[in-house]
């Protein structure tokens, strides 16, 4: 492995290099440095590629399925499931006790097509609505909300 100043200078000289002398250059190099220099490459101007949208433009119909409950969830978190899963119907749903057990504070990200239109601070609000009496008795929640 090179050390810190090997590999300053290694990249400086790459630089500086021609495109045809880095191809040659990037042979050269061992397989695992080879993918590195590729995945590196990903970022720097002259691999940039005009990607595609990340979103198709056609609109596609809404899925409707409920997310399976996992069998893993104590009853706190079942419930919290049940109220979530009752009045948004998302498409993705994670309830997590992560307080170590206690049941004082819980991780929630939830999607759902009832949040589009409104901004995340209305979207937590929506959720804080639903467990409203629950929440009195937490110290936190981490609540992540989007929609699909």
């Known amino acids: 492995m090179l050390g ?3 590999r300053r200078t ?3 000289v790459f630089q500086r290099a021609s495109r045809a002398s880095r191809t040659s250059l990037v042979e050269k190099l061992p397989s695992r440095v ?6 590196s490459a990903r970022n720097s ?3 940039r590629v005009p990607r595609t949208p990340r979103y198709s433009t056609a609109s596609s119909p809404p899925d409707t399925t409920l997310p399976e409950k996992p069998d893993f969830l104590n009853d706190a978190e079942s419930a919290i499931w049940d109220k979530l899963a009752a009045e948004f119907s998302p498409t993705e749903l994670t309830v997590q006790d992560i ?3 206690c049941g004082s504070m819980y991780g929630i990200e939830i999607a759902s097509e009832k949040f589009r239109g409104a901004n995340m601070l ?5 959720v ?3 467990l409203g009496e629950e929440m009195k008795g937490w110290h936190g929640v981490q ?3 989007r929609t699909p």
């Open 99 to 101: 307080s170590g057990g």
């Open 143 to 145: 609540l992540r909300t």
């Open 10 to 12: 290694a990249i400086f």
């Open 45 to 47: 101007r002259e691999a």
């Open 122 to 126: 209305k979207q937590q609000r929506m």
């Open 4 to 6: 810190f100043q090997c």
């Open 34 to 39: 080879q993918t590195r220099y590729l995945l």
């Open 128 to 130: 804080n609505a639903v």
